[in-house]
C-alpha cells in the first residue's frame, strides 16, 4: 500500500504530467471556462430576451383596455349624438326602458342609462368619469362598484359579480368578493347648444371570459408563445382573479383565486411593474402584472399576462446538452494531437528533471546523457550540464571558505559573549550602587532632620505630664498615643538606616500574627482614610503566623494604604483581604490590597518597584515601594502588583499582593 502511495506522488509531481497537463490546458481548462461563460451569457440574454416578450405582451394588453375604454365613450357619445336619442328622451317611459335595453345589449355594455343633470351630483352618481362628462368631456375608467350599487343599475348583475374565492395561503374559510371591477364611461348630452345630462354605460368585467379570451387572442398571436393556449391573461380585483383564462384543473378556470404575496406588495402596495417568473396558481409563468387605477387614482387591481415557463427551460436544456456534446467531441478530437506534439518534449525534460533531483539531494556529478537531437531542448541540456560543472567547482571552493571562516566566527562568537556578560554585570552593579548611594544619603539626612523634632516632641510631652500632674491622666490616652507614635518615627527612621546600610544592622524578626498588625494598620491611616472619604472593606480569614518584624510589615502596608487612597483621589473603595495561599510548595499567607482608581500604566507596570521611580511628580521621593519589595524580600516573601479588569476588559483598579512564608516552614 505504501509502495502504491509513493508511486502516485512519483506520477503526480513527474514532468511527463506537468506537461501533459499544460499541453492539455487549453482544452481542459480555457474551453470549460469560456464555455461556461457562454452558457451564462446565453442564459441571461435569454432570460432577458423572454422578460422583453412578457413587457411587450403586457403592454399590447394594456393597449386594448385603453382603446375598449376609448370606444366605450366613443360609443356612448355617438349614441347620445343621435336624432333617435334626443327623440327617447322626449317620449315615454315605457320606451326609454326599450330603448336602453336595446343599445345596452349591442353596444356590449352591462348597463346604459341617461342622468339628468340634476341627478349628476346625487349621492351615488358622484363619479369622476360623470364629473368630466358634465364638463364636456366623454371619458371611460375602471371603477369599482358595491352589489347595491350593480343592482342598481342593472338587476341581477351582482349575481354576476359575485366571486367565491378558493381556500388557499394558508386559509381553511371561504370569503366572497360582492364588488365588481367595470368598466366606466360617460359622455355629456347636448340639446340646442347646453349640456343637459350625462349618457353612462358600463361594462363588468368579473367573469367577463370574452375580454379576457379577446385580449389572449389579441397578445399571444405568435404561435410560439401562445401556442396550445400557453399564453394567460387575467384581471385583477385587488389580488383576486376575476376574469381569467388560467386553468385549474379539468378545464376549469381559476377564478377566484389570489396571486402571490411578493406580486401583491410590489404591484399593488408599491404600484410597480412586475416583470419577472412568478408562480400562477399551480405552475411557472413568464409573467407581467400592471397595477390598474380607478377614477380617483387609487390602486384597484392588476393586468396580468404571461405563458408557461416550462417550454423554454426544456429548450435551454437542450441547449446546453447540445453544446457540452459539441464540447466533449471536440475535446476527444483534439486531445491525441496535442498529445502526439508534446511526446517530443516529454523524454528530454524529464531527463532535465531527473539531473536536478540528483543535484538537489547531493550528487553534484549527475549529467544529462548524450542526445543525437539538436533543437532547443538538447542545446538547454549542454547548457545545463556545463553549469553544473561550474556550480560543481564552486561547491568545493565554498566549502573550504566556509570552514574556515565558520571557525572564525566561532572563536569571536565566544569572545563577544563573555565581553557582553561581563559588561551587562557591571552594568547593573554602577546602577545598584548609584542608587543605593543616593538612597543612603537622603535617609541619612532624613533620620537627623526627623529625630531633633522627635525629641523636641517628647521632651514636651513629659513636661505636660509634670505640669498638669494628676489633672494629666484625664488626657492619658492622648499622651500615650503620642508617646507610642514618637516611638514608631523613631524605629521607621531606624529602619530607614538599616535599608541604606544593611549592613551595620542585624534582622530580628519573629513569629508575628498578621491580622493584629494590620488593624493597627488601619487605625493609623483613619485619618488618611477618612478626609478622602474612601470606604474600606475588609475580609480576613484564619493564617498561619510568619517570621516578619512587624514595624517593617507596619511599614509595608501603611504605605500600600496611603498609595491606593491617593491613586482613588476623591471617594472610592478599599478592600484588604487576608488569607492561606500556597507558593512553590510553600504554605503562606497572602495579603492583597485593592483599589478602585485607574490602575497602573501597562508601560509602567514593570517599574513601579524601581528606587525612584514615581508618577506623583513634585510629591513623592519615589521611594515607598522600593523600600517595601526590599522589605519583604528579606523575610522571605514576595510582593507584586496587577490590573484588576471587569467583564468587558476595562481597568477597575490596581491590586497589590504580599505573600510571606510561614514562620514554621
Not at 403592454?59 to 349624438?81: F, K
Not at 404591484?267 to 412586475?274: A, D, P, Q, T
Not at 538538447?378 to 568545493?396: F, I, P, S
Not at 525612584?612 to 524580600?633: H, N, P, R, W
Request: net charge negative.
Amino acid at each position: 500500500m505504501t509502495g502504491l502511495r509513493d508511486r502516485a506522488r512519483r506520477m503526480l509531481s513527474s514532468v511527463r504530467l506537468r506537461l501533459l497537463v499544460l499541453a492539455l490546458a487549453p482544452l481542459i481548462i480555457l474551453m470549460p471556462l469560456l464555455l461556461l461563460i457562454g452558457m451564462a451569457r446565453w442564459t441571461a440574454d435569454y432570460d432577458a430576451l423572454l422578460i422583453a416578450n412578457v413587457e411587450s405582451d403586457l403592454r399590447i394588453a394594456d393597449q386594448y383596455l385603453t382603446r375598449m375604454m376609448e370606444n366605450a365613450s366613443g360609443q356612448l357619445q355617438a349614441t347620445a349624438r343621435t336624432v333617435r336619442f334626443a327623440e327617447v328622451l322626449a317620449s315615454t317611459f315605457e320606451e326609454q326602458h326599450r330603448f336602453f335595453t336595446e343599445s345596452r345589449g349591442s353596444l356590449g355594455f352591462d348597463f346604459l342609462y341617461y342622468l339628468p343633470s340634476a341627478a349628476a351630483k346625487a349621492p351615488g352618481e358622484d363619479w369622476p368619469v360623470i364629473a368630466q362628462a358634465m364638463q364636456g368631456k366623454a371619458t371611460a375608467q375602471i371603477d369599482l362598484m358595491s352589489a347595491e350599487q350593480l343592482d342598481a343599475r342593472t338587476l341581477g348583475l351582482a349575481v354576476q359579480a359575485r366571486i367565491n374565492e378558493l381556500p388557499g395561503r394558508g386559509e381553511a374559510t371561504t370569503q366572497v368578493e360582492t364588488r365588481g371591477m367595470v368598466l366606466h364611461a360617460a359622455s355629456p348630452v347636448v340639446q340646442n347648444g347646453e349640456r343637459v345630462g350625462v349618457l353612462v354605460g358600463g361594462v363588468l368585467l368579473n367573469r367577463n371570459l370574452k375580454f379576457i379570451d379577446d385580449i389572449n387572442e389579441l397578445v399571444f398571436l405568435n404561435p410560439v408563445t401562445g401556442g396550445d393556449r400557453k399564453g394567460t391573461v387575467t384581471v385583477f380585483l385587488d389580488d383576486l382573479r376575476i376574469s381569467t383564462n388560467v386553468s385549474l384543473f379539468e378545464g376549469r378556470r381559476a377564478i377566484g383565486t389570489r396571486v402571490s404575496e411578493a406580486v401583491r406588495h410590489q404591484v399593488l402596495e408599491e404600484g410597480k411593474i412586475w416583470l419577472d417568473r412568478a408562480f400562477v396558481v399551480n405552475d411557472w409563468y413568464i409573467s407581467g402584472y400592471l397595477p390598474l387605477h380607478d377614477s380617483f387614482g387609487e390602486r384597484v387591481g392588476m393586468l396580468y399576462v404571461g405563458f408557461l415557463e416550462a417550454p423554454f427551460n426544456a429548450a435551454k436544456r437542450a441547449a446546453y446538452f447540445w453544446m457540452i456534446g459539441a464540447f466533449v467531441a471536440v475535446l476527444l478530437l483534439s486531445a491525441p494531437v496535442f498529445l502526439w506534439m508534446a511526446r517530443g518534449v516529454f523524454t528530454p525534460l524529464e531527463a532535465m528533471t531527473q539531473v536536478m533531483r540528483r543535484v538537489r539531494a547531493g550528487d553534484l556529478t549527475a549529467r544529462i546523457g548524450p542526445t543525437r537531437k539538436r533543437d532547443e531542448v538538447a542545446q538547454v541540456g549542454a547548457h545545463l550540464n556545463d553549469l553544473l560543472e561550474q556550480v560543481q567547482d564552486r561547491d568545493r571552493r565554498l566549502r573550504a571558505w566556509a570552514d574556515e571562516l565558520n571557525a572564525r566566527v566561532d572563536q569571536r562568537t565566544a569572545e563577544l559573549r563573555e565581553a557582553n556578560d561581563k559588561l551587562e554585570q557591571a552594568f547593573h552593579q554602577l546602577v545598584t550602587r548609584e542608587k543605593l548611594a543616593s538612597i543612603g544619603e537622603i535617609t541619612a539626612g532624613v533620620a537627623h532632620e526627623i529625630n531633633n523634632p522627635i525629641a523636641v516632641i517628647q521632651g514636651n510631652v513629659d513636661v505636660i505630664r509634670e505640669v498638669l500632674g494628676r489633672e494629666a491622666e484625664d488626657v492619658r490616652t492622648e499622651l500615650d498615643l503620642i508617646d507610642d507614635q514618637v516611638r514608631r518615627i523613631d524605629t521607621i527612621v531606624g529602619k530607614l538606616l538599616k535599608f541604606s546600610r544593611p549592613g551595620d544592622y542585624g534582622t530580628f524578626a519573629s513569629e508575628v500574627p498578621l491580622e493584629p498588625v494590620l488593624r493597627d494598620c488601619l487605625v493609623l491611616v483613619e485619618h488618611v482614610v477618612t478626609r478622602a472619604h474612601v470606604a474600606v472593606r475588609t475580609e480576613f480569614a484564619e493564617v498561619p503566623p510568619v517570621r516578619v518584624e512587624p514595624g517593617e510589615l507596619q511599614q509595608v502596608v501603611v504605605n500600600l494604604i496611603v498609595n491606593a487612597v491617593q491613586a482613588m483621589g476623591e471617594a472610592g473603595e478599599l478592600f484588604l483581604t487576608l488569607g492561606p495561599e500556597t507558593r512553590d510548595g510553600r504554605s503562606g499567607a497572602a495579603l492583597r490590597v485593592r483599589d478602585t482608581g485607574p490602575g497602573v500604566a501597562e508601560s509602567s507596570i514593570h517599574a513601579v518597584f524601581d528606587p525612584f521611580f514615581t508618577t506623583k511628580q513634585g510629591e513623592g521621593t519615589g521611594l515607598g515601594l522600593s523600600i517595601s519589595q526590599s522589605l519583604i524580600q528579606r523575610a522571605g516573601g514576595l510582593i507584586s502588583v496587577r490590573n484588576v479588569t471587569d467583564e468587558a476588559g476595562m481597568v477597575t483598579g490596581a491590586e497589590f499582593t504580599v505573600w510571606l512564608p510561614e514562620a514554621a516552614a
